[in-house]
C-alpha cells in the first residue's frame, strides 16, 4: 500500500545547504499564516509505504519538490501562504504510470527581487501533473517527470508547465499565488467516474488570503489514457459546484456511498459511480471540521 504526503519546511527546520543546495536560507522570508510573526511553509510531496494494512509507513522518499532559487520572498510575497514549492497532491495509477496532480506554488525561474514579474508567476502556476513509472514507487527520488508542455520530461525539480485550462485568466480576475487578490484554483482531488466514463478533478478556489476562497469547483477529462499526447492537459474550464458564501473551504474530495453495491464494486476516492458523497474542509467563525452535507449525481 502506497500514499502521498504533504510535507512542509522552513528555513528553521531545513536550513540552506550550500553543498547539496538543498533547504533554505532566511532572508527577507514572508509571512505565514498565523500573522507576521510567523513564517511561509514550503511545500514538498513524497511518497510512503505501509505492508501491514496501514498501521505503519515507512518513508520512500520526495516525488517533487522546488529549490531555494524558485522560491518567491519579500517584499513580493505576500498573501500569507506558501514561499513556494509543490503541494496539496491527488495521483491516480494509469497504465505503467503514478500521474500526480499537486499545486504548483514557485516562480517559474530563478526569482529576482528586482526582475520579479507578477504576470510571469502567473503563467507557471496552478494545478500541475508530473508522473512517475508505477516501477519506482519503492524508490521515487529522481525518478518524476514534469509535463513541459508537450511531453513528460522535466526533472522532478525542474520548471514545468501547469495545465492551462485550469488557470483562471488575469482578465478574469486570475493572478500568481504570492498575491492576496490572486485567484486561483488548488488542492486537486481526481477519481475516474465509471458512469461518465471521464476522469473528474474537483479543486477549491482561492479568492484571498491564506487560501480563503468558498467555492469547490469541478472540471473533466474524457481522455482514459493519460499518457498518450497531451491527453493529461486536456481538462474542460473549471464549473462551480458549490459555494458557501462566508464559509473557507479546502481539500474537496468525493467518497462512495456505504452500501453494498458500491463494496461489490470496490469504488473508492479513486474509482466512482454516478453518485458519490462530497466532502470538504469548512472553516466558518471558530469551526474548522471535515463535512458531508452533500451528494453528488452525475448525468450525461
Excluded at 189 to 197: D, G, K, M, P, Q
Aim: aromatic share 14%; with cysteine.
Amino acid at each position: 500500500m502506497y500514499a502521498l504526503y504533504h510535507n512542509e519546511n522552513y528555513p528553521e527546520t531545513l536550513p540552506y545547504d550550500s553543498i547539496t543546495g538543498k533547504g533554505y536560507k532566511n532572508v527577507n522570508w514572508p509571512q505565514g499564516l498565523k500573522g507576521p510573526a510567523s513564517p511561509s511553509a514550503v511545500c514538498r510531496i513524497g511518497i510512503m509505504k505501509s505492508q501491514d494494512g496501514g498501521h505503519t509507513w515507512t518513508n520512500r522518499g520526495l516525488l517533487i519538490e522546488d529549490e531555494q532559487p524558485r522560491l518567491i520572498l519579500r517584499p513580493n510575497n505576500t498573501a500569507a501562504n506558501f514561499a513556494g514549492g509543490t503541494g496539496d497532491p491527488s495521483a491516480v495509477a494509469n497504465d505503467k504510470y503514478l500521474y500526480l496532480f499537486y499545486g504548483e506554488y514557485g516562480y517559474p525561474g530563478k526569482y529576482n527581487e528586482s526582475t520579479y514579474d507578477a504576470k510571469n508567476e502567473w503563467k507557471g502556476q496552478c494545478i500541475s501533473v508530473a508522473r512517475l513509472p508505477l516501477a519506482d514507487l519503492d524508490n521515487p527520488e529522481g525518478k518524476a517527470k514534469r509535463w513541459d508542455g508537450y511531453a513528460f520530461t522535466i526533472p522532478f525539480n525542474g520548471i514545468g508547465k501547469p495545465i492551462s485550462t485550469i488557470q483562471i485568466p488575469i482578465n478574469e480576475g486570475g493572478g500568481p499565488a504570492s498575491s492576496p487578490t490572486g485567484k486561483y484554483y488548488w488542492g486537486p482531488s481526481v477519481s475516474w467516474n465509471t458512469y461518465l466514463n471521464a476522469w473528474v478533478m474537483l479543486m477549491a478556489k482561492a479568492e484571498g488570503p491564506s487560501w480563503k476562497g468558498s467555492s469547490i469547483y469541478l472540471s473533466f477529462n474524457k481522455n482514459a489514457d493519460l499518457g498518450s499526447g497531451n491527453n493529461s492537459q486536456q481538462w474542460t474550464k473549471p464549473q462551480l459546484l458549490l459555494n458557501k458564501p462566508g464559509h473557507i473551504i479546502w481539500y474537496p474530495s468525493l467518497q462512495p456511498l456505504n452500501n453494498e453495491a458500491n463494496k461489490i464494486n470496490k469504488y473508492s476516492s479513486l474509482k466512482l459511480p454516478q453518485k458519490a458523497r462530497l466532502f470538504f474542509k469548512d472553516m466558518a467563525g471558530d469551526k474548522s471540521d471535515y463535512i458531508s452535507e452533500y451528494l453528488v449525481t452525475f448525468y450525461k
